[in-house]
């Protein structure tokens, strides 16, 4: 089946530093959604990527799709400590009946 | 508006009880899955809810688990036998289907299961 993974697994970073997760599919995909959980809480939605080779920002967050579509990258620039959670990919294989799998997530630490 | 609402948001039990969780979904949302996510580590996929289709029971560990979906609308998970393994969190979400691409999933504050 579909395996989405993540790299890295944990980062630290210190306030002020960049940081970028990448995510890496075993299909090719027909879209991809990023999602970000909180500490003690629940995955929040925070955009989709459709089309190859894609790129959206929202503020500091830029998402890009792979023009194969078979990875994501997120990176954020000049971490702030609201930025602290697991981000996590999810994306649907081509010809999947719309299930969604979820990556196996990157653990950002921002130090103040 | 009502988002996703799972209960209880905690449940202790002993080992070997059944237990049963309840997710609401968001009305309208076809969508429904159900994850597991133990402390510190990622979401792992227990069953999928579309519409009137099959579910995908791929993800269900063993077959003390089990989940229906009745009237389209409110999922219930059912752990029979419980064992200390199965403590973790356990969250419900849902999402629109439309068109060719699924929708954001919206999730729920989750059921935090305990196993003594």
């Known amino acids: 089946g579909q395996q989405v993974m993540q790299i890295p697994q944990y980062q630290h970073v210190q306030e002020g530093e960049d940081f970028t997760t990448y995510c890496n599919s075993s299909?090719?995909?027909?879209?991809i959604q990023w999602y970000k959980q909180r500490p003690g809480g629940h995955p929040v939605f925070l955009i989709q990527?459709?089309?190859?080779?894609e790129v959206k920002k929202q503020k500091r967050l830029t998402f890009q799709f792979g023009e194969a579509k078979k990875n994501s990258s997120l990176h954020i620039t000049a971490t702030q400590t609201t930025d602290v959670g697991t981000y996590f990919c999810?994306?649907?294989?081509?010809?999947?009946?719309?299930?969604?799998?979820f990556g196996t997530g990157t653990k950002l630490q921002v130090i103040p | 508006g009502a988002g996703v609402s799972q209960s209880p948001s905690n449940k202790v039990t002993e080992k070997g009880k059944d237990v049963e969780l309840r997710c609401d979904p968001i009305?309208?949302?076809?969508?429904l899955y159900w994850y597991r996510q133990s402390l510190g580590q990622g979401l792992e996929f227990l069953i999928y809810?579309?519409?009137?289709?099959?579910?995908?029971k791929s993800g269900l560990p063993s077959d003390r688990f089990s989940a229906e979906r009745t009237g389209g609308s409110v999922s219930t998970l059912t752990i029979q036998r419980t064992q200390q393994e199965d403590s973790a969190v356990y969250l419900c979400?849902?999402?629109?289907?439309?068109?060719?691409?699924?929708?954001?999933?919206?999730f729920g504050d989750g059921t935090r299961l305990s196993i003594l």
């Open positions: 009305s309208g949302h076809t969508a």
């Open positions: 809810f579309q519409g009137n289709s099959a579910p995908d």
């Open positions: 999810a994306g649907v294989d081509l010809g999947g009946y719309q299930k969604v799998t």
């Open positions: 990527l459709v089309k190859s080779g």
């Open positions: 299909t090719t995909l027909s879209n």
């Open positions: 979400a849902s999402s629109l289907v439309g068109g060719m691409l699924p929708q954001p999933q919206h």
